[in-house]
């Protein structure tokens, strides 16, 4: 029994130092460019850089900063994954708790009578402690630990993931209403003046100065403009029931700030060196951390094809008297040692091993593939913020220009030397021009928030 003993202290001891079989996680080489492409020609100014600055520093309108803290509060994708945390480290605690010995009590009273028992047989109680343990020898369980840890981290990167996605659809939506809100009031402000225009050429017609064909080409132009209104409210309402949704609220009107010509953004953005993507990105961190726990898995696998080896100890007392539960003759104990080595299982561990391996690669893979990705996203929306800028501005040279096109038409037409037609035309064109620019500056605050979102930003709190 002795020498029982010291084996079963020399197991524990060497369970606890014992090296763990399988691959340690070393981080895949991957092809990052020394710079992104599409920076624009002249260098941002020193400073932080963009990806890690405050999603709050970013978005300076009040009424959107309120918004998106309250997304990120009540937001149901949100909650979702906060509650895939919480199963990550309950499922971290269970499998850690594979380490550790196992101790169970057990307690009963015992009075049997039949055909062969004597009469009166005494009552019989039992108390007993068991453990259980088995040695860690080759890190299996440590392994699965380190699997169910990184995917712990797995999944709060992912929460961040669904944080940063969140804080750039609110910041894009609202954006868009804005441009919305803004064409609708040039709409308006259209289908006055064309509605004035009608007007004045129906004078003329009745004074016989006009021809009814001024008169129905006035009239297209305010058609033209009060169904341009009506769209723009359905797009607006729609615009409001969609940020209502990222709110987690139920549709309904929404409290406006700047307007979308006011909103403060940086001309040039400090980007970054690529390098600091792998680091700064949440679905970057939250793929690798996968890897890390197929990885980690390989190592479970392998310690299948190795003894295992358990330990069970019991320790208790049975008698017909309290007094002797714990002393006496009553008292028992046992001590054992097993060893158990699979033979032969039909090839399972051996394929189980290999799915670990290709489960492993595709991690790996999937890694490198999000990397290379990412690197495409901040190349794609550096170029589209620089040329949305340099298009938004050449549409208000555009605008402008129809607008003293459709001024000076007017004078003409007022002193009878062009037609109406004439008026209709730069009228219509300057109309448009100024639905075209309200879009334009959208598409450059929305480039801008694609440009914040791929650099890694908005996950702060």
């Known amino acids: 029994m002795t020498s029982t003993r010291t084996i079963a202290a020399i197991l524990l001891v060497f369970s606890a130092t014992a090296c763990k079989v399988g691959p340690n996680y070393q981080r895949p080489a991957t092809t990052v460019p020394a710079e992104y492409r599409g920076l624009p020609p002249t260098p941002p100014p020193a400073g932080e850089q963009f990806g890690d600055m405050k999603w709050w520093t970013v978005f300076q309108d009040e009424a959107l900063q309120k918004l998106i803290k309250a997304a990120l509060q009540n937001n149901y994708d949100i909650r979702i994954a906060a509650t895939r945390v919480l199963q990550a480290e309950a ?22 009578r039949n055909a062969l028992t004597v009469p009166n047989a005494p009552t019989y109680g039992s108390l007993s402690i068991q453990m259980s343990y088995i040695v860690d020898f080759w890190g299996q369980f440590r392994r699965a630990t380190e699997a169910a840890r990184a995917t712990l981290l797995s999944t709060e990167y992912g929460q961040n993931v669904v944080r940063t996605t969140l804080v750039s659809s609110v910041a894009s939506n609202y954006f868009l209403l804005r441009a919305y809100d803004s064409q609708l009031k040039y709409a308006n402000e259209t289908v006055d003046a064309d509605r004035e225009i009608l007007k004045l050429n129906n004078v003329r017609f009745k004074g016989g100065e006009a021809s009814i064909m001024e008169v129905y080409q006035a009239e297209v132009l305010l058609q033209s403009a009060q169904a341009q209104v009506i769209n723009l409210r359905q797009l607006i309402e729609q615009t409001e029931n969609n940020i209502s949704t990222l709110l987690g609220e139920n549709p309904g009107p929404i409290t406006r700030g700047l307007a979308v010509t006011e909103q403060p953004h940086m001309p040039e953005v400090p980007a970054g060196l690529p390098s ?18 197929a990885n980690a898995n390989v190592g479970v696998a392998k310690a299948n094809f190795f003894p295992q080896f358990s330990l069970t100890g019991l320790f208790g007392a049975q008698s017909t008297a309290l007094s002797t539960f714990v002393a006496g003759p009553g008292t028992f104990w046992a001590i054992g040692l097993q060893a158990a080595q699979p033979i032969y299982e039909g090839g399972r561990i051996r394929s189980q091993y290999r799915l670990a391996w290709a489960q ?102």
């Open 360 to 461: 492993r690669d595709e991690a790996e893979l999937t890694y490198k593939k999000t990397v290379n990705e990412a690197m495409g996203e901040v190349s794609n929306s550096l170029v589209g913020y620089t040329q949305a800028r340099l298009y938004r501005m050449k549409l208000e040279e555009q605008t402008h220009s129809y607008s003293e096109a459709a001024r000076l038409s007017n004078v003409r037409f007022q002193g009878g030397v062009t037609s109406f037609l004439e008026v209709q035309y730069n009228e219509q064109q300057y109309f448009n021009s100024q639905l075209s620019l309200t879009r334009a500056w959208y598409d450059e605050l929305a480039n801008y928030v694609t440009l914040y979102q791929a650099l890694g930003g908005g996950w702060q709190q």
């Open 91 to 112: 499922n971290l605690g269970v499998t850690k708790a594979n380490q550790y010995p196992q101790l169970n009590g057990t307690g009963g009273i015992v009075n049997e």
């Open 276 to 293: 600091a993507l792998l680091e700064r990105r949440p679905d970057i961190r939250s793929v690798e951390e996968k890897l890390v726990a």
